[in-house]
């Protein structure tokens, strides 16, 4: 399963784009990229996943390099409530071995 | 929207106890995944499930450990005997087996072992 480097931490102010970056090197031809936030005492949420280029959803937009070798999630004019841990993780989105590991992921603080 | 459910929500044993945590999927995901979030190993894949059959237990210690789905509307995580160091919250997750959807997670439970 491909591994993951992400940030351990990161701060913004309110209303400021956010982008965590993630490595993941030794990704599969197979693999996808999947981006999950989780709150405290709440289960990880599904945020965004790509294959390559670009993704964008109502949430977040999602940056591909041709290489793959690396991603960026982007967050447009953060909130206090975007306050969370994110994950960055690869896994074959439809094989048998669909399973995903999550690693350390990012606590992002945002402030006023 | 749809949810994974997750029972009980807390639960506070005593070691040597058995624990028996149940998940109800959503319904028409065929995969289901059970996970432990502790503060110092972080998420924890510990099986998973697809169409029933388990895929992949590895991550889980097998001696007191067992994972099953006795049907499509049920999973369970059962520990016998507890221990302190299973104290930890335990979070299922299900997913549709193909297309451009990632995992939805329930809500955990809370254990904790005295």
């Known amino acids: 399963l491909a591994k993951t480097t992400q940030p351990i931490s990161m701060d913004s102010y309110e209303g400021q784009e956010v982008n965590i970056t993630c490595s993941h090197n030794?990704?599969?031809?197979?693999?996808?990229i999947t981006w999950y936030q989780q709150f405290p005492s709440q289960g990880p949420r599904f945020i965004i996943q790509?294959?390559?280029t670009k993704v964008t959803n109502e949430v977040a937009s999602l940056f591909i390099p041709a290489d793959r070798k690396s991603s960026t999630l982007s967050l447009p004019r953060v909130s206090l409530s975007d306050t969370a841990v994110y994950y960055c993780?690869?896994?074959?989105?439809?094989?048998?071995?669909?399973?995903?590991?999550f690693g350390t992921g990012t606590r992002l603080q945002v402030t006023l | 929207d749809a949810r994974v459910t997750q029972t009980p929500r807390h639960k506070v044993t005593e070691m040597g106890q058995e624990v028996t945590m149940r998940c109800q999927p959503i319904?028409?995901?065929?995969?289901v995944f059970w996970y432990r979030q502790t503060m110092m190993q972080g998420l924890e894949l510990l099986a998973y499930?697809?169409?029933?059959?388990?895929?992949?237990d590895s991550g889980m210690p097998k001696d007191r450990f067992s994972a099953e789905m006795p049907d499509a509307t049920l999973a369970t995580l059962k520990i016998q005997p507890s221990e302190p160091r299973d104290s930890a919250v335990y979070f299922c997750?299900?997913?549709?087996?193909?297309?451009?959807?990632?995992?939805?997670f329930g809500s955990g439970t809370r254990l904790t072992v005295v």
């Open positions: 993780l690869v896994g074959d989105r439809g094989g048998t071995a669909s399973k995903l590991t």
């Open positions: 030794n990704i599969a031809t197979n693999d996808y």
């Open positions: 997750a299900s997913a549709p087996g193909q297309g451009p959807h990632g995992y939805t």
């Open positions: 499930f697809r169409n029933r059959a388990p895929l992949d």
């Open positions: 319904l028409g995901h065929n995969t």
């Open positions: 790509g294959y390559k």
